[in-house]
């Protein structure tokens, strides 16, 4: 039974946003460092992304190092800010080879120079591409997010370029480091775990849940694509009731 083909290609959430957990757990499971899982972790990302395009998705956020993961041991932190520099300096090629855009959200100033350089460079090398835009959440905090958009906005007030009257929802939504992107429809977690942890908390308003038990170094293109079917299997009611849809 082929999952990609119960697809119903005229309802395929525009974007996908993904908490790609449990690369220790894995790594655990196989006698080995948390940073051996880490790095398989990267052939999960080239599957979903693989699958995302397949299905026509135009963005996927992959939450990748939140602002909290700094709380690690040192050696782990260090270890993914290199993976994170190999990937990124690596894959430009592939990524440009797929018509894939490359953004990051989160504090980028905040990571290493070299990442910061690697990363830069990977956005603008891919600026002009017009496929799948693949969404980077890089030293990301919900909570850090919209307290820059706040600040931001409060400055504007402040100032006297904005009134107050004039705050809306879509004014804030367009002060986050998302803005221009649509929120996700679709939110998934692997490993089992059930928390956002400081992820999208304002865009997931509206998002449906997929939770899987299944370890993000084992993620494939079939895991996206059952995500993707749960999704379908919902009704999204946005506070209305069946009938009225
Ligand atoms: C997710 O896997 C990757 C990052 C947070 C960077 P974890 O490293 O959180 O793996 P577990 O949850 O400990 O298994
Ligand atoms: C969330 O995973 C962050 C990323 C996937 C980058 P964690 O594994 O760090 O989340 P908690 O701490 O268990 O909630
Ligand atoms: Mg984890």
Redesign the pocket.
Known sequence: MNLQNQIDLTNVPQHIAII???????AKKQGQE?LY??SF?VDSVRAALTACKNIGVKYTTMY??STE?WSRPQDEVEG?MNLLVYTIANEVNELNAQNVKLLSIGNTIGLPEDCQNELYNAIESTKNNTGIHLVIALNYSSRWEITEAVKELAEQVKNGSLNLSDLTPELISQTLSTRNIPDPELLIRT?GEHRLSNFLLWQAAYSEFHFTSVL?PDFREDDLYKAVLDYQSRERRFGMVSEQL
């Open positions: 790609m957990d449990g690369n220790g757990r894995w948390r899982g880490h972790g990748a190092f993961n993914l490993s993000w």
